[in-house]
């Protein structure tokens, strides 16, 4: 039998799967009743020439998402408005704001979503 198990860890939500996981038993969503947003991990990564990034959102917000290099400089903005509660998915084509691809290297995500703020990393390979 598989069991949900959720772990609050200052202010960090936890979720893992006990026992065998199939397509079947997986969640779809591992969204937590009480947070405002949820972003997952970019699929696939590391990734080339492209990946896809997911969130989800509990309610209507300002929405921003960036990609940052690993010095913290903005390299392109995705999503920079309101958006409905709801799940999301964006595409990013390892190219910056100018339409120039960037180099191999480590990557970060940002989502800000009311007072949601979370940062992944990823990996694009050439």
């Known amino acids: 039998m598989n069991r949900l198990i959720t772990l609050l860890l200052t202010g960090t939500v936890c979720v893992a799967l006990v026992g065998p996981v199939s397509a079947a ?6 969204y ?25 959102l509990a309610n209507t917000e300002t929405v921003t998402l960036g990609i940052y290099d690993v010095h913290g400089r903005l ?11 709801g799940e999301y998915k964006i595409r990013w084509d390892g190219r910056d704001d100018r339409g120039s691809a960037v180099a191999s290297g480590v990557y970060f995500y940002r989502l800000a979503a009311g007072s949601f703020v979370e940062t992944r990393r990823m990996v694009l390979l050439k």
């Open 25 to 30: 038993t997986q969640p779809r969503s591992l």
């Open 75 to 85: 390299i392109r903005t995705l999503v920079s408005r309101a958006q409905n509660a």
């Open 32 to 56: 937590v009743p009480g947070y405002e947003a949820l972003l997952h991990q970019n699929v696939p990564n590391p990734f080339n020439p492209s990946t896809v990034i997911s969130y989800e």
